[in-house]
């Protein structure tokens, strides 16, 4: 059985203070059904309408005046893991992402990253800060200081251009893989996004000659996560939490 616990360092524990800083929902917004999963495996969810708009610009769309789902009330989502959704709708309620060992079929790291995916597909950029900074935690917090080789395979084929995550899997090769291994995607990266974009980033690396340790000290994401958020210009979510 999979174990599982809040993150708490990358995750400011008043977090969860996020449901009393919004209006009173629970009296001034109506619950919104939302069916996730196929027909076996359907899973009706019911979510305060605000707090839906509020977090996902997927929703905020949805719920628009003179749509069905609107009309209806019920937004379904056929093709989305109920078991993702879960982990959303936990997010909007608590502000908190659970972080979990996994299994060795579904490691957490990979849950993780899958939820971050998921976030994309929701257009909802706070959830996928937090889950981008717990997957951090899940890293580096357990004692170990190298992603799983996995992680950027699962990412680049789901993704395309400069985006965040591909940029901490790129920071991860880049500060913590053995220099021989980097060297040679340095010299055969052609076809490959990932390969092509460890190798620029490893190129001002290698000119600085720092050992396999002072790179991984360097890591730039055991300083500041944040750079690679998708906020934009908008405040981190955790800006906004210290000042509740």
Not at 71 to 78: A, F
Not at 93 to 112: A, D, F, I, K, M
Not at 201 to 213: D, F, I, L, P, S
Request: with cysteine.
């Amino acid at each position: 059985m999979a174990s599982s616990a809040t993150a708490p360092p990358l995750i400011p524990h008043h977090l969860s203070t996020r449901a009393a800083a919004l209006p009173d929902f629970f009296t001034t917004s109506r619950p919104i059904k939302v069916v996730v999963g196929g027909e076996s495996t359907a899973k009706p969810f019911h979510i305060h309408e605000a707090l839906l708009v509020n977090q996902s610009k997927f929703f905020a769309a949805a719920m628009r005046k003179g749509w069905k789902e609107n009309e209806e009330g019920v937004v379904s989502l056929p093709s989305c893991d109920p078991e993702e959704f879960a982990q959303f709708a936990s997010f909007l309620y608590t502000g908190q992402v659970q972080v979990s060992q996994g299994t060795r079929e579904n490691p957490g790291s990979h849950r993780l990253a899958k939820a971050w995916l998921f976030g994309t597909w929701l257009s909802s950029t706070t959830y996928q800060d937090l889950v981008l900074d717990a997957l951090v935690y899940n890293i580096i917090g357990s004692g170990c200081d190298i992603f799983p080789t996995g992680l950027h395979t699962l990412v680049y084929s789901q993704t395309a251009g400069d985006c965040g995550m591909r940029r901490l899997l790129v920071d991860a090769a880049v500060f913590g893989w053995p220099a021989k291994k980097l060297a040679a995607m340095s010299q055969d990266h052609e076809g490959d996004d990932f390969k092509a974009d460890v190798a620029k980033v490893y190129a001002g690396q290698k000119e600085q000659k720092n050992t396999r340790k002072q790179r991984k000290r360097a890591a730039p994401f055991h300083f500041d996560t944040c750079q690679y958020h998708e906020h934009g210009e908008k405040p981190c979510y955790k800006t906004f939490f210290e000042k509740l």
